[in-house]
C-alpha cells in the first residue's frame, strides 16, 4: 500500500465515465459544450460569480494566477516552502517575466499576518526595491496545515490594506474544506481571496486543474489569463476531456467525499501515533519521526512512502482510501512503539 | 459529419483503453513505468537513439523545442503562414525569451532552400542584428502539402550550412509519413532535423504529444527540455496517463493506421472535385473553392467545415474516417457542379 | 570630412559645457536638480504637459516605450526597415518580455494608414493570434523621409480607431521639425502620438535620450516606465549629467538649430546630385546611386562614407556641418558625372 | 560637506579631461579607438588576459555578468542584503530571464563559505528545484568589509567543487584593493573569479562601468555579453566617452589613488568613533550608532548623511576627500561625546 503521494493514485471512477462520456466531436480548445458550463459550476459552487479556466497543471494554474496579479518588476510574499518556492523550478518567474517570490517563514507553511506586515514595512517605496504585489498562501499547506476562515480573512484584511491581491494555491482546497466543514467561499472570495487554484488532479482527477477568478476584476484577469493559457501551451485542442473531468468532481460533491476519505483516512493514521505527529494533522499528510529502522520495518511489511529528511517520514493518503482501508498501516504503526 | 478539425474528432478506442489500463498507482511526474518506455518505443521506430518527452500540447512541444535551439537574442526561421507563426499568440517568443520568428513566404506554406538562403544573406553579422539560429518547417505544412525525403534534407543542408538547428512541427507527421510511404527517419533524422514535434492527439490521442530529440545533442537538450517543460507548468503530476497515450499510438503501427485513413478519406474527397482545389491534396486537408450558397448548401446537408477566407473552405479528415466514411460529402461535392 | 553616421560626430560645445556646469556634487540616481526640471522644459517645449525620463541609448528609450504600451502576448506594427526591426538585436522583444514586431511595408521607410488597415483586418480576434496594440512609426524615416503633421494625424486615426497607443521614434525628431518648420506638437501629442522618443546624441549629445509622455496615461506611464528603467540598468547614479545635458539641448532651441545645419548641409549635397538620390532629402541623410569606382574616388579624395548595398551610398550629415562645410563633398559629387 | 555616497560626487578632473579629449570624429558604438583599448588595459591591470565591455551602470554591468552565468531555470546565490538583492528592482531576474536569487546571511554583508555549503547541499538534483548556477558576492560588501584573498579563494574553491560561476560586484573593488594593498588578480581571477563588475562611478567617473571576463570561457562569454549589452540598450551610439573614462581610470593608477584617498577618509572618521562603529571600516563607508539628537547637531553644522534605520546613521566618503578634508567632521564626532 502506497502512501508516496496523492498524485501516484489512480483516477477516481467518476472521473474516467466522464471523459468516456465526453468521448464525442465537438469543437476544439475550449470551444465545446464541457468548458462552456465551467464558470456557471463554479458560481454555483462558490455562491458568487466565478470565471474558470482549466489548465493541464497546478504549477501551470498557481504560475498564470500569479501573472496576472504581479508585474515582471514586482514582489509575491509567500512562505519559504511553499510549492511555488521550493517546487516549481521557478514556473512563477516564468510566466511573469521575473516577478520575485519574498520569502517568509511561518509555523506549519503557513504565514501569518504579522510576518507579512513586518516584511511590507520594510521595503522601502522608491524605485531602487521590488514593490509587493501579492500574496500567495497555500491551503492546506505543505505540511497539511489548513487556515481557518478567520486566518484566511486577516490575510486578506493585510492584502487590502496595502494594496495587494491574494492568490491561493488549492491543490488540497478540497481536504481544507473538508476538514473544517465551511462553505467554500468561507476561506476564498469571501475572505477576500481573488485568484484560487482549485485542485482537482491529486483529488482524483487525471489531467487538468481549475484557476478560478472572483471579484470585479473576474473578467479582465480571466481574459488576460487565457491569454497565458494559449502563450504558454496549455490550451489543449481537447478541452472538452478536461472540462468534463472537472465537471464531473463538482457533481454530486465528489471533490468533497473523496477528500473527505482521505482526510479520514489520515485521522486515523495521526490516532495511532499521536506522540509521532511533527504536526497537527488536519488534511491528507502525516509528518512523523520514524527512525530509519522503523521506516525500514514498515517497508518489508509492505507500505511505501518517502523520508523526510533525517529520522522523519511524510505519509499522503488519497481519495481511494478511508479510515477502514489504512488500518492495516494504522496498526504497524502503533505496533512500532 | 464534421470536417471542422482533427481536433475536433473522439479519442480512438485504443488510446482510450490505454489509459485505463495505465489507471494504477505508480510514481508521479514522468517516474512512472510507462514514460519509461518512451526513449525506447521512439528509438525503435526512428533506428537512431532517441530523446522523447511528453508535454501536453503541441504549442508547448513546438516552443520548448525551440528554447533549446535558439538563445532569446537569435531568430527562427518559418513559413509566414506557420502555426508557430500564427496560431501560437507568440508562445514560442515567450519560451525562447523573446526570439524572434523570421517570415518566410513559400508555395502551399513550404520553406524552399532558395528562399532560406536569400534571408540569411541578408544579415548582416553585427551585433545590431537578429542572427538567425534555427529553421521550422511543418510536416504536413498548413495548407496539407508534404516535404519529400530529398526537400528536407536539401533544407537540412542549408541549416548544416549556416551552422542552424532544424526544428519540424510535425504536428500531422504521421500523415507526411503515411503520404510518402518512406521510413520516418527519412524525413527527420536522416534528412537533418535535430527536433521533431510528433504529434498525437489529432491523430487520434486526447492529451499529450511528444517532442523528439536526434543526434550528438540529444542528450543535453532533453535535459534542458526537462527544465522548460517544467517551468512551463508541463511536468504533469500523473504523467503516466500520457505515456501510455503515446505508446498505445506506436504499438502495431496505429499512428500510420490512423494517418493513412485519415488521408484515404481526403483522397476520396479531392478526387471527387478535381478542379476546385487550392492545393494538391497529400495529407488529411483539402482546401476546395466554393461560393457561399455552395457551402450553405453542404451544411444543410449535415456537413460541417470551415469557411477558408472569400469563396473557399477547408475541410479536414480525421482517424475516425476513410474513404467509404466521406462518400456522402464526396458525392455532395460532385453534385455541386 | 566622414559622413558615416551622425553618431560619429562630436559632441557639441554648449552640450560639453553642461556636463561641466552640472559637476557638482548633487543627490544621486534622478533625484538631482538638473532631472527635476526635465518635465517642466519638456512641457514648456510642446505646450501640453509631459511626462519625460531620461535614458541611456534610442534602442532603451524605444523598448521602453514599447514595454509601456504592449503586453508580452500583444503585437506591434512598424516598418519592416525600421531600427526597432532591423538594428536593435530583439531590444523590444526583451524589455517587452516577447511581444511581436509585426513587419509591414512602405516607400520611403513610412507606414501608411492603408497598410496599417489592412493588416489589422486581417488578425482574427480570438486568443490564438496575437493581437495589435501599438503602432511605432520612425520621424524621420530609416530614408530620410519626413511624416508631415497629416500624416501622422491619418495615422494617429488609424491608431485610435483600433484602440492602439502610437510610438515615435525621434532619433531624428529635431530634423524632421527643422525640416517642417512645425510646432513640435503638430507632429506629436496633437497628432495623436502618446510616446515620443526624442533623440539627442545624433543631434549633439554624449549620452542620453529623453522618453516623453503624453496625454492622460502619462503620469502612470512614465511611473511604469521608471521601473522598467531601473530594471534595464539604465537609471545612472550620477543622472545629472544626462539631465544636463539634454537640457542643454532644449536652451535656446539648440536642438533645432543644429538640426537646421545638418539638414541644410544634406540639401546642399542634394542640389549637387538631383539624379543620383534614391530617396527625397528631406531631413539630414542622402541615398545615392554611387559606383564602386565613383565611391573609391570620392574616398581618394578623403570622404568618408558607408556602402548601401551594390551601386549605391548613404551620406549623413550632422550639427557640426552646414551648407558651407560641405561644399567641397558637393563639388566632388558634381563632378562625378 | 556631504556624505551621501560616492554617486553624489562630482566626476574627478582627470574623467572629464579623458571626455573632452576623446571629443572628435569616430566609429560609432564599440568601433572606436578608445574601445578597442579595453581588452589591453585591462590584460595589462590583471596580469592574465581580459575581455573587457564597457556598460552604462553597475546594474546593467551585474546583470549581463549573472545572464552570461546562469540559465533562467538556475539560481544565484547571495546575501540578502547585497545590491543585486535589494536595491537592482529586479535587474538580475530581468537580464536572467527569470533566474533566482538565493539569499543568505552573513556578518558584515560577506558570504562565508559554509553557509554556501549548507545552502547548496539542501537543494535536490531534481527537475522540481532550482539548481544552483553561480554565487555573487560584492567587493566590497554593502557594510564596507572587505574579503581577503583568501577568503575569496574560499568561495572561489566551494564555486569550483559546485560547478559553479563565480561572480564579482565591485562596485568598489578599487577601494578594497585599496584596502587590501594587494594585486587585482589576488582578489579575483587568481581567486576564482570568472566575471567582475569593476565600478568607476563611484570612483570618479561620470557613465560607465567595466565589465571583466576571465579565464578560459571569457571570449565565448563576452560575446554572449555583447549580445545582451545590444538588447538591454546599452551599447552607446557615441561608446567611446565610456571607454575614455574607463582608461583614465586605468591611467596612473588613477583608479587606486582615488580609492586610497577615499578609504583614507574613511578610516580618519573612524578614529573618531572607535566606539560607536557598527562594523568594521575597510573601505569609505562608515555604519555608526548615532541618536536623532546626534544627527541634527551633525546636520546643523554642515553635515550631510543618510540615517541608517532607528539610531544609526551611514557615512560614505569618496575620492575627493581624504583624511584632511573631512577632519571638521571626525572633530565633530568627537565632540559628540
Known amino acids: 500500500m502506497h502512501f508516496f503521494s496523492d498524485n501516484a493514485t489512480p483516477v477516481c471512477p467518476q472521473v474516467m465515465a466522464a471523459m468516456a462520456a465526453a468521448d464525442v466531436a465537438d ?18 459552487l462558490f455562491g458568487t460569480p466565478v470565471r474558470a479556466l482549466w489548465v493541464a497543471t497546478g504549477t501551470a494554474a498557481n504560475s498564470i494566477a500569479l501573472a496576472c496579479l504581479c508585474p515582471p518588476y514586482g514582489g509575491i510574499l ?4 511553499s510549492h511555488i518556492m521550493v517546487d516549481e523550478c521557478g514556473a512563477p518567474g516564468f510566466y511573469t517575466h521575473g516577478a520575485s517570490l519574498m520569502s517568509l517563514p511561518g ?10 506586515i513586518e516584511r511590507l ?6 524605485v531602487h526595491q521590488i514593490p509587493a504585489r501579492a500574496i500567495s498562501i497555500t491551503q492546506a499547506s505543505e505540511y497539511g496545515r489548513v487556515y481557518t476562515p478567520e486566518e484566511v480573512a486577516a490575510i486578506g484584511e493585510v492584502a487590502r490594506d496595502h494594496r495587494l491581491d491574494l492568490h491561493m494555491d488549492g491543490a488540497r482546497f478540497a481536504n481544507a474544506v473538508a476538514h473544517l466543514g465551511c462553505h467554500p467561499g468561507d476561506i476564498s472570495w469571501r475572505a477576500g481571496v481573488d485568484v484560487l487554484t482549485f485542485g482537482c488532479v491529486k483529488n482524483g482527477g487525471m489531467v487538468g486543474e481549475a484557476l478560478l477568478f472572483f471579484g470585479s476584476q473576474a473578467d479582465a484577469r480571466a481574459s488576460e489569463a487565457a491569454r497565458w493559457r494559449k502563450r504558454g501551451g496549455h490550451l489543449l485542442s481537447k478541452g472538452r476531456y478536461l472540462a468534463a473531468q472537472i465537471l464531473a468532481m463538482l457533481e454530486d460533491d465528489l471533490w468533497l467525499r473523496n477528500a473527505r476519505a482521505a482526510n479520514a483516512a489520515a485521522a486515523a493514521l495521526a490516532q495511532a501515533v499521536p506522540d509521532r505527529l511533527l504536526h497537527p494533522v488536519e488534511a491528507n499528510e502525516l509528518f512523523i519521526r520514524l527512525s530509519s529502522a522503523e521506516a525500514a520495518s514498515l517497508r518489508a511489511q509492505g507500505f511505501d512512502f518517502y ?12 481519495w481511494a482510501q478511508d479510515a477502514g482501508a489504512v488500518q492495516p498501516l494504522a496498526d504497524a504503526l502503533r505496533s512500532l512503539a
Open 27 to 44: 469543437h476544439g480548445y475550449d470551444g465545446d459544450a464541457w468548458s462552456a458550463r465551467l464558470d456557471g459550476a463554479f458560481s454555483d
Open 307 to 318: 523520508d523526510w529528511g533525517e529520522g522523519a517520514a511524510r505519509l499522503v493518503t488519497n
Open 78 to 81: 509567500a512562505h519559504e516552502e
Open 121 to 126: 514595512k520594510a521595503i522601502r517605496p522608491d
Open 107 to 116: 509555523d506549519g507553511a503557513k504565514l501569518s499576518p504579522e510576518t507579512l
